[in-house]
Nanobody, 126 residues
Framework: QVQVVESGGGLVQPGGSLRLSCAGS????????IGWFRQAPGKEREGVAC????????YYADSVLGRFTISRDNAKNTVHLQMDSLKPEDTAVYYC???????????????????WGQGTLVTVSS
């Protein structure tokens, strides 16, 4: 069964950093696109960053471009989201999601993602 599990959330001060991890099981990571999404209190879920199937092509929301970095570790079947220069508006529950054979920026649109994790909370506050 295809599953993804997020970890690494927590409380951080503005300007700080966190690294989230998304561990996949039941599939070969290289054939699946992985996306990171977030949902802030009272807001709709939005795409943050994703990596498309079979290659290292990465896509980012404008709001996190230059601050967040998504990467893939195929040997460990894990995708990471390195978050730097965090802002209070980054506070949200962050979700990892996956789908097979997604290419291009569609991996940043939640309607294309098929299997979702339960989320990990990131709080950016002084």
């Amino acid at each position: 069964q295809v599953q993804v599990v997020e970890s690494g959330g927590g409380l951080v001060q503005p300007g700080g950093s966190l690294r989230l991890s998304c561990a996949g099981s039941g599939f070969t990571l290289e054939t699946y696109a992985i996306g990171w999404f977030r949902q802030a209190p009272g807001k709709e879920r939005e795409g943050v960053a994703c990596i498309s199937s079979s290659d290292d092509t990465r896509y980012y929301a404008d709001s996190v471009l230059g601050r967040f970095t998504i990467s893939r570790d195929n040997a460990k079947n894990t995708v990471h989201l390195q978050m730097d220069s965090l802002k209070p508006e980054d506070t949200a529950v962050y979700y990892c999601a996956t789908a097979r054979y997604l290419f291009g920026s569609t991996c940043l649109r939640e309607e294309y993602l098929e299997v979702w994790g339960q989320g990990t909370l990131v709080t950016v506050s002084s």
